[in-house]
């Protein structure tokens, strides 16, 4: 919640933790407004120049300029976006290692996004240990090739998921004009003039092949009537379902829409096979995905199912790691969960809550303390016992709401699962790698994952999308044709360290590893023996 109001033609900002004016890490002057406006048409000029020089352009030197400064201000790119988005600091630095990956997987040569059609390894340091198995990818739907592509970008991401697009942009022989959330202008302003820099560094004086475009709607509705004229070719939409189907009805096939989720996380039978510790290890998973981002993602886990056999059990170890959750201001290095994007959301989630009845639940736990903290800051919330026709099965909550389901057994799971308006991604854990495979095939999702969770955005090799009305495909209801990447952990540790909680040194490990994975020199091996340590000690 950077933005506190819209008036007089500007956008008035405050740090969304303490409602304080922003402080810029890059000049150290506090930022109260910027104003909320821009040419397009100038800027849809310089980008289509551009473009005559970008698609004959060995863009390798530009990625490379751009992933260097954004590693040699990643410090101060993990400040700003704290304080715009309130989210804890460890999740900046876990933004700008997205970032900077698909950026260097660009610089390669490599299409961002484009996928593979047979197994292969993680790209990033976190999946490398991963089998990866993409499906389809010939479905795929890609942005375009020698076109000017706009994207009207999310809330929840201020860098990551801005970067990862306009990588996949402008690999594909693009150029790219981004509209960021009203609440997350700063962080874009400086995408933008990282980009300026970098094209000017490189002898272009004239022209652009990246754009910002701040503002309110009011510049989205530019850009949405641009692109139904034909002067932005295709634009990109990631944000609500409700506004993502309206925008639909005005392009039609000009739009790619990367909507909502509800994404499913089911709990197999065989999981405490070799000892209670495992389970404990599978609802860690399950409270770091459904709380991550204060739960503001597409891909957070919003329905778990678990069959009767270890219901009790999971219920029991997900409170255990629920209730050790810290909420509050994220440069506090212990804190879990930060703030929700505005205050009409906060009531949003509250009065869902109230409404709940019997019929529905048979109640809702909250977890962590609130001491002194405003009404932008929400308790993770737990809803227990959900009855298999309640409408809150289907209704995405964008924040830190979960609901635990207890199912007979697999075919009951797969059927409430896939009884969904959403087909984003879904989860399943089991030591029997097979077994689990059998099943998430048969979830009418597009990410399948075994093991593990939110692992195809972050790694730039795989595509990403939704089903049904999660995506491009939204009213074609849904097909194993439009499936794009099924992930396994074939480890079976059910672990991974952005799960653990946060903590000063989990930080500092984020830290440390994006120096192993980006920095021109830096000591590998103490980086490898720090994640070691830290992988070893009782999470």
Known sequence: ???????????????????????????????????????????ISSLKTGLCFWKNFDKQEFFLRLHNKIYGNRDNLANLITQESGRPLVESYIEIAVALDALKYAASGGVVKAGYKEECRGYNLLNKLKSMVVENVFEYDKVGDGKLIAMIAPSNSALMIPIVTLAEVLSSNNVFLLKPSEHLPLTAKKIGDFCYDGWREMGFKSSSVVEVAVGDQRVGEGIVNYTKNSSIDKLIFVGSRGVGLKIKQELGDKVRLE??????????????????????????????????????????VKRIFVTEKNYELFFQKFRKYASRLVVGDGFDSNVDV?????????????????????????????????????????????????????????????????????AKDVNEVVRLVNDSPFGLSASVWTRDIKKGIDVVRRLEVSNKYVNDIHISFTDPQLPWGGAKDSGHYVGSGFSNDVTKVLIVNSGVDFGAPWMWKNSGEKLELFKRAIEFMHGPLCDKVSCVKMLYNFCKAER
């Open 338 to 406: 930060g703030t929700l994007l505005s205050k009409a959301q906060h009531d949003k989630l509250k009065n869902r809550l109230e409404k709940l009845t019997e019929d529905e639940v048979r109640g809702y736990t909250e977890f962590s303390l609130l001491p002194k903290l405003h009404n932008l800051y929400f308790k993770p919330t737990l809803v227990y016992d959900v009855k298999h026709d309640a409408s809150i099965l289907k209704e995405e909550f964008f924040g830190p709401i979960t609901l635990l389901i207890e």
């Open 1 to 43: 919640m950077a933005l506190e109001r819209i008036e007089d033609n500007f956008l008035y900002l405050r740090n969304p933790a303490n409602l304080e004016p922003i402080k810029d890490p890059f000049n150290g002057e506090y930022v109260n407004s910027i104003q909320n406006a821009c040419d397009l048409e100038n800027k």
């Open 259 to 300: 909507l909502g989720g509800n994404d499913a996380f089911i709990v197999l039978d065989d999981v405490c096979e070799k000892g209670l510790t495992d389970m404990g290890k599978v609802a860690m998973a399950a409270v770091a995905g459904a709380y991550f981002n204060a739960g503001q993602q597409c891909c957070s």
